[in-house]
């Protein structure tokens, strides 16, 4: 890698990890006003209208054969997920949601060896089993007494990182002959529609704005959200993607835990013993997953 490239790409990755870990304060504010589906929802519109008025052009670069890659992306890598992660932070506190989105790299490497034969190495295998260490130790009422019978919307948040994980496989693997702007925007294109049509017809949000002076308020955090956190932050991601390797763009979760608990203590939310074992277990084991690569890197 060049080193003007590799100085970029890793400005990018520090810019995204300050992104995305100030993320799950902005979905816990949206949730003051609107249930989880309409910040998920109002997330995928922002994003939409945002890549849409920088990149429509690059609609015209869509071929037929890629749609169902498109479709996963679209779906996998950021419609569905956005839902679980909001439905879940409606229950748990959004350093959990940004702990437990450090689990990307490791779905990432399962995913890859299921569906396109990357091989998994022992040291790789010690990870994953590590991070999943740490995540049940975490998610466990015994260890985090802040989480309670709330744990099970922990699991919510793990799924999105899971379905993360196709969504990032399916970029190295189909559409690499898309610039990250166009993969964005035939994917936002997807479901944005379909996120519009939904949170008009199938949700109490005009209810909402008629009735809470606060939902302007939480509107804004949202869009925020979907413009940095979403649209830019997307084609950021992709970029990394497809000039370093997914699991350098992955490995971004690193990072993300500690912006998102910094956030949570300022905001007033309790760390335990369970939070602090929990994400040295889970980045324990990102680091084993990529320690081979790491090591390449540096040479």
């Not at 679209?74 to 992660?85: H, Q, T």
């Not at 909001?86 to 689990?103: E, F, Q, R």
């Not at 649209?231 to 970029?239: D, Q, S, T």
Request: aromatic residues 12%; glycine residues 10%.
């Amino acid at each position: 890698m060049k080193g003007n490239q590799q100085a970029l790409n890793i400005g990018i990755f520090a810019l995204l990890a300050l992104t995305w870990g100030s993320s799950f304060i902005l979905m816990k504010k949206g949730l003051e006003s609107f249930d989880g589906v309409q910040v998920a929802l109002l997330r995928i519109c922002f994003a939409l209208l945002f890549i849409l008025a920088i990149g429509w052009r690059k609609l015209k670069n869509f071929q037929k054969k890629d749609l169902p890659a498109i479709m996963i992306v679209g779906f996998l890598g950021n419609g569905f997920p956005y839902i679980l992660f909001a439905w879940g932070l409606m229950h748990i506190d959004s350093s959990i949601g940004g702990i437990t989105n450090s689990l990307t790299p490791l779905f990432t490497l399962v995913v890859g060896a299921v569906l396109y034969k990357i091989r998994i190495r022992p040291l790789q295998l010690a990870g994953i089993a590590l991070g999943l260490f740490g995540t049940y130790y975490m998610i466990d009422p015994a260890n985090n007494a802040a989480l309670g019978e709330n744990w099970p919307y922990a699991l919510l948040t793990i799924g999105a990182s899971m379905m993360y994980a196709f969504g990032v496989n399916t970029i190295s693997a189909k559409l690499q002959h898309y610039d990250s702007i166009t993969i964005t925007a035939l994917a936002l294109t997807i479901v944005g529609p379909l996120a519009i049509l939904s949170l008009f017809l199938f949700t109490d949000f005009t209810t909402v704005i008629s009735e809470d002076p606060q939902a302007l308020n939480a509107i804004g955090f949202i869009a925020i959200l979907g413009v940095m956190g979403t649209g830019f932050a997307i084609i950021l991601f992709n970029y990394l993607i497809k000039k370093a390797s997914q699991m350098f763009a992955v490995s971004i979760t690193y990072v993300v835990p500690i912006v998102a608990l910094g956030w949570g203590v300022t905001v007033g939310e309790e760390v335990t013993a369970g939070h602090i074992i929990g994400i040295i277990a889970i980045l324990s084991g990102v680091y084993l997953v990529n320690a081979r690569k790491m090591k390449k890197a540096a040479q």
